[in-house]
């Protein structure tokens, strides 16, 4: 059974960070590739962070580049997203999910909230 288990979310101060962590099993994971996607009320569902199985590409969404860093240990079948200089419009449900590359299977996470407030 496949699971993607979201953790690390909370509330932070503007121009705080937060790590959140995704662990994953059930599936090879080393195969697929690894992406964050957040969701803010009211609005569609976006793309933060990605990363391809070996590491090999990685790839940010606007509001992510140069604030957000993705990883993954293939050794523990966990993808992290680190997140530095938080601002309120960073507040959202962030949701872990792997895709493969080829025949598309796809997973979510159940996602973690992550609230930005003074």
């Known amino acids: 059974q496949v699971h993607l288990v979201e953790s690390g979310g909370g509330l932070v101060q503007p121009g705080g960070s937060l790590r959140l962590s995704c662990g994953a099993s059930?599936?090879?994971?080393?195969?697929?590739?690894m992406r964050w996607y957040r969701q803010a009320p009211g609005k569609e569902r976006e793309l933060v962070a990605l990363?391809?199985?070996?590491?090999?590409?990685?790839n940010y969404g606007e509001a992510a580049k140069g604030r957000f860093t993705i990883l993954r240990n293939n050794a523990w079948n966990t993808v992290t997203l680190q997140m530095d200089t938080l601002e309120p419009d960073d507040t959202a449900v962030y949701y872990c999910?792997?895709?493969?590359?080829?025949?598309?299977?796809?997973?979510w996470g159940l996602g973690t909230q992550v609230t930005v407030s003074s």
């Open positions: 999910n792997a895709i493969h590359p080829v025949g598309k299977q796809e997973y």
């Open positions: 990363i391809t199985g070996a590491g090999g590409m990685i």
């Open positions: 059930g599936f090879a994971f080393n195969t697929y590739t």
